[in-house]
DNA sequence: AACACCATGTAAGCTGTTACATGATTAA
DNA sequence: TTAATCATGTAACAGCTTACATGGTGTT
């Protein structure tokens, strides 16, 4: 049973919801779905020579105004059934690897201030992407009409990343406290 | 700049706390750290020799009793010192890969009965995790020593695990009663 | 006798990143 | 004119999983 790439069906996803060209997946994996994916160029370009020859998705040349040309791809009827079937198949449980765990499991090899800023990084960083997550609720709730079936599924996807990265928020809080006691307790 | 295999360091983690082989690292990571890692013993027994060329760490043949005999590894200073460093460095930030969500960012391709499923299996999953992580607390409180510097953070480390599962799960309910709520519209 | 567990290791091959290379257009 | 953005692609190689190979021990 030989694994199969993700990156094929990230492709197909981001067909499914509008032709794009390879440049446009990087930006949509960018800007759209950072919250819970990315590529990379070198992927997104390997990958989608292969979907072509397995005649998954087609590419047409563009040209608009100016522009440098750009191949837009489209999925073909064929990708879309492809795509289908992964849906329905079971979500393949993801190997877990939180560099942050790691280090905080031998917690005492680290000097406590250096712990406190780790765990400061952590929080501004969740911080922001919190704060993207909430904007981004905000403008689907305005901005995409009702009848886009996939209205409530973006918005209850955004709600994911929001609840764990609150639960990691609260978690930095707790971690933080546990630092500073530990830091008032040595200086006496 | 090349990517350091973080295995390297996860082994380096698990021979600060005690001295170990080959297997009882991959035994580590499935029985005690499996909340947030993993290795295979393709990665544990490759990197080992590499750490060895670079003397971050030691192996010494042991034999006890009958049992087939194993190569116990040990950290040594310089390993140590190897280790102090990276766990000083910032934590690096973890591509985000997140397979069920990708899904339900194109939900409406996927059968409602499907759909549910899928939430019912995460949910689950969720739910042994969290068990077992509440258990492990347990554990630890009742017998890992207070003399123990790691305890703190091990416990609160668990603590993390257990705040991202119950928002898991609480993510799970929102989309539980979304997927029920269309299923029974779809019924009139 | 068979199965589970202890114990180690290698080879193949997929997945993915990074760095490089190229070149056009547009805004400051 | 310089930088940013648009746009595509390749080559090298790091990282990791899987499957295979081997063989001992202990239990049912």
Redesign the pocket.
């Known amino acids: 049973?030989?694994?199969?790439?993700?990156?094929?069906y990230s492709i197909l996803v981001m067909l499914s919801i509008e032709p794009m060209?390879?440049?446009?997946m990087?930006?949509f994996t960018k800007e759209v779905i950072s919250n819970f994916w990315?590529?990379?160029?070198?992927?997104i370009?390997?990958?989608?020579?292969t979907l072509i020859e397995e005649g998954l998705v087609t590419g047409k040349e563009i040209e608009?105004?100016?522009?440098?040309?750009?191949?837009?791809y489209e999925i073909t009827s064929k990708g879309s059934r492809v795509l289908g079937e992964w849906l329905c198949e079971p979500i393949s449980r993801q190997?877990p690897?939180d560099e942050l765990s790691l280090k905080f499991f031998v917690g005492p090899l680290i000097p406590l201030e250096v712990s406190l800023q780790h765990i400061l990084a952590h929080k501004e960083q969740q911080k922001k992407q919190l704060d993207k997550l909430k904007k981004a609720i905000n403008r689907m709730e305005e901005e995409v009409p009702e009848e886009v079936p996939h209205k409530a599924y973006w918005i209850t996807g955004s709600r994911l990343g929001i609840l764990v990265r609150e639960a990691r928020l609260k978690w930095c809080d707790e971690m933080e406290s546990l630092i500073r006691g530990k830091i008032s307790k040595s200086k006496n």
Chains 1, 2 share one sequence.
């Not at 060209?21 to 446009?24: I, N, P, T, W």
């Open positions: 049973m030989s694994r199969k790439s993700k990156t094929r060209s390879g440049y446009d990087k930006q990315s590529e990379s160029y070198g992927q370009y390997t990958t989608l020579k608009e105004g100016k522009k440098p040309y750009k191949t837009v190997v690897r």
